[in-house]
């Protein structure tokens, strides 16, 4: 999977908050940085506009707009200038984002990132990929650091390669990787332990019966999720848009059965949120970003869930949803 240097515009993802010559005004300030459009300005919003907004925009435009609350209650976007800036090209000439080749073994992408970013003693949100491989399987895929060098992270090979963890072909670049970034999946299936009495009339007929009669098609956890709570039943929820029991459900002790968060969910229940977020383990990036939010704003489920970082924007999401939610006779 690749990146590509100038990644297009989501621009569908504004729609819900800006109208079509707002938005025509922040492509313009985005791609002309600042020197034809110089700011574009919001009516007076409330809380939960604001915050869905200031969201937006970094997601859609890469972090390279600022947005700030206006007195009026409005929200000011303007082009990310200053020292910052200029500073970070003089440090990071060839762009300031390493892009390397992962290729593990029996290991899934979120916890192999998450360990990546714990040797580096960095935030996980440092280490940037397209797109999550299977566990069960030999795998390679691009992914991106922040702000690191490739030699830093080329000495993660000898902590890495004895569990099955191997980077190599770096490059750098003023883009980073995140979700959507690819072009495909590419899969090598390999038969193992096949009796050496098999003769290829066996493989044949083995082949002609998968062509004329198919097989079972079985899906593995990935697809419902990995704990008592299936994902298509926070589905449900969320195309109902009930926001707050899809946050609760994701965060239910039920949820826990299957890894290390147990006591951070029993701490939510008992109504001690930030309780719940300390004990929350990192790698449970979803529950930790909706505590996040309620920390500091018990009731703000709408924009707790808005934290939660997704590869699809809300039509996308929404019909995703609907063709899962179909396939299973919902």
Known sequence: MEATEEPSLDLLALMPSFTADQINQLQDLYTSKGTATTEVLTPELNKDQRTAIHHTIRTVFNN?????????????ITYAKGTARRSEKR??????????????????????????????????KVIGYAGTKDRRAVTTQRMSAHRMKAERLAALNALGNPIGVFLGDFSYSTMGMKLGDLKGNKFTITLREVPATTTTENIAGVMTSLR???????YGMQRFGTSLVSTHSVGVLLLNELWKEACELILDVKAGAMNDSLAAREAYVAGDIAGAFDRMPRNCLAERAILGVLKRNPKHFA???????????????????????????I
């Not at 000439?93 to 003693?121: I, Q, V």
């Open 303 to 329: 924009g707790a869930f808005q934290a939660v970082s997704f590869p699809f924007d809300k039509n996308e999401a929404r019909e995703a949803n609907v063709v899962a939610l179909r396939s299973l006779g």
């Open 212 to 218: 004329e009669r198919g097989f079972i098609n079985y």
């Open 64 to 76: 390279k707009l600022d947005s700030q609350a206006t007195p009026t209650g409005g929200i000011r």
């Open 91 to 124: 440090h990071w000439p060839e762009g300031e984002y390493c892009h390397f080749t992962l290729k593990k073994n029996n290991r899934d992408t979120m916890s192999t990132a998450s360990l990546l970013a714990k040797w580096l003693k960095c935030h996980n």
